[in-house]
């Protein structure tokens, strides 16, 4: 039999994976919920998703009391740890949204993270982070170079998230405006208020993720210490009113000896010459930046002068395939969407979201723990926060929490 799954949170960023997790293969039968009944009437009509549905709720208390396997939190970024845990507790397998948690209040998040690392340990339930960064086709193709040893020893990499409050495509003014509206987003700022009241702010590495992520990943490696530089507003934008920082800049130490330099900036003009999201990772025999293979062919010590060689990689050609029959079941599904026959495309973030939903529902399925896991969320989290911490203290260097990730 196949899984039933409950999708929580039918906004802006959910409803892009509704229909994708829907047809997975794997998948029998949804239920979907959102505390806004449009919102799930809505997705109830959809042609691809009304087949499947299972069931329609308002509450995450009634998906949890229902008989799902597993469930889906696409909820405002503020209330996903204890909305996971709960999930956990219920028995059922979980999906977050990222981050693990964004609150102004650094140790409360690391709080979190522990609990969350303690509900898996305890139920044997999973946690897995949909983090996008993940599944980006550089990603994937660095993930495989790094599996064969040619990068040779990881010396450099640096990693940016540059999402300026005002981005044309995604003005983070209007996200913030529509996440604080409806039913429970009009709660955030009674929600906030007491933290502000004993002087928490927020910081733009409250959501490390996209740019901390690729990198360890590739590296399979743990951040042990950082130095940190914050720059804060300097005309009283109101969006950073709650804001220490609005931009910081982190360097890592990282326990394979690589030097990891990371930002996470909200507020910095375009035509940086690169990707707003983007890595760039060097080793002492091979290298990836801008779409970009290059291998000098240095294996051994050799006297011999060793040319470096270049090669341009696609995205398409940086993917991992996914099972036919799961391309197959997504292309149905868009087909039908647009009423013409449509072929498989990698869409959302870079093409990351087919692969999220892929790996979440085949660790339910194989019930074995997911790629992104409580541990790697939780050493993200631990970046960010360590980084801020540095920032306030001017730069000092500041040890990273381990959370025991293991890599195998
Ligand atoms: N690249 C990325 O990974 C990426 C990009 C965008 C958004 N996100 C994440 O996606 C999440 C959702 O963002 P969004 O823009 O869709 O937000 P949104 O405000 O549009 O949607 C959230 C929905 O969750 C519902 N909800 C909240 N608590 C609920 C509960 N207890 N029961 C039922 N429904 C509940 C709300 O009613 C709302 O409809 C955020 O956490 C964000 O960080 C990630």
Redesign the pocket.
Same mark, same amino acid.
């Given at each position: 039999m196949g899984i039933k799954l409950a999708l929580?949170?039918?906004?802006?960023?959910?409803s892009g994976f509704a229909p994708l997790f829907t047809s997975h293969p794997l998948v029998d039968s949804v239920i979907l919920?959102?505390?806004?009944a449009e919102?799930v009437e809505k997705h109830a009509s959809d042609p691809v998703i009304a087949p499947k549905v299972a069931g329609k709720m308002? +509450?995450?208390d009634e998906v949890c009391k229902s008989d799902c396997d597993a469930v889906v939190i696409?909820?405002? /970024?503020w209330?996903?740890a204890p909305?996971c845990i709960q999930v956990l507790e219920s028995g059922k397998w979980v999906y977050s949204?990222? /981050?693990v948690i +964004?609150l102004p209040d650094d140790n409360e998040v690391l709080d979190w993270c522990s609990k969350i690392i303690e509900t898996v340990e305890r139920t044997g339930n999973e946690y897995m982070l949909?983090?996008?960064t993940i599944y980006r086709p550089q990603t994937m193709f660095c993930r495989r170079m790094a599996q064969q040893g040619l990068f040779g020893d990881f010396v450099y990499a640096e990693s940016e998230y540059a999402h300026d409050v005002d981005r044309f495509e995604c003005s983070l003014r209007s996200?913030a405006a529509?996440?604080t509206t409806?039913?429970?987003?009009q709660m955030r700022k009674e929600l906030m208020a007491p933290y502000f009241a004993r002087g928490f702010k927020l910081h733009p590495m409250c959501y490390p993720t996209?740019s901390v992520s690729g990198v360890v990943d590739v590296m399979r490696c743990k951040p042990l210490s950082v130095s940190a530089i914050g720059y804060a507003n300097r005309n009283n934008d109101p969006f950073f009113a709650n804001y220490d920082y609005s931009n910081i800049t982190a360097l890592f130490r990282m326990d394979n000896g690589c030097a990891v330099r990371v930002s996470e900036m909200r507020e910095i003009s375009g035509n940086t010459g690169l990707d707003d999201e983007d890595f760039r990772i060097f080793g002492t025999r091979g290298s990836y930046s801008l779409n970009r293979w290059c291998d000098n062919g240095r294996t051994a010590p050799t006297p011999e002068r060793k040319e470096n060689k270049e090669t341009m990689v696609t995205a398409e050609e940086m993917r991992d395939p996914l099972p036919p029959e799961v391309t197959a079941a997504f292309s149905d599904a868009m087909s039908r969407k647009e009423g013409k026959v449509k072929d498989f495309l990698a869409t959302g973030?870079g093409g990351s979201h087919p692969y999220l939903v892929h790996e979440f529902i085949s660790s339910v399925a194989e019930r074995r723990r997911p790629r992104i896991s409580a541990w790697d969320a939780a050493m993200y989290m631990a970046m960010g926060v360590a980084a801020h911490e540095s920032a306030v203290k001017e730069g000092e260097s500041v040890k990273v929490i381990d959370f025991g990730k293991k890599w195998d």
């Open positions: 929580v949170g039918l906004g802006a960023f959910g919920c959102d505390a806004e919102k308002l +509450s995450l696409m909820t405002q /970024p209330l996903h909305q949204a990222v /981050p +964004s949909g983090e996008t996200v529509q996440r409806g039913k429970i987003g996209h973030h």
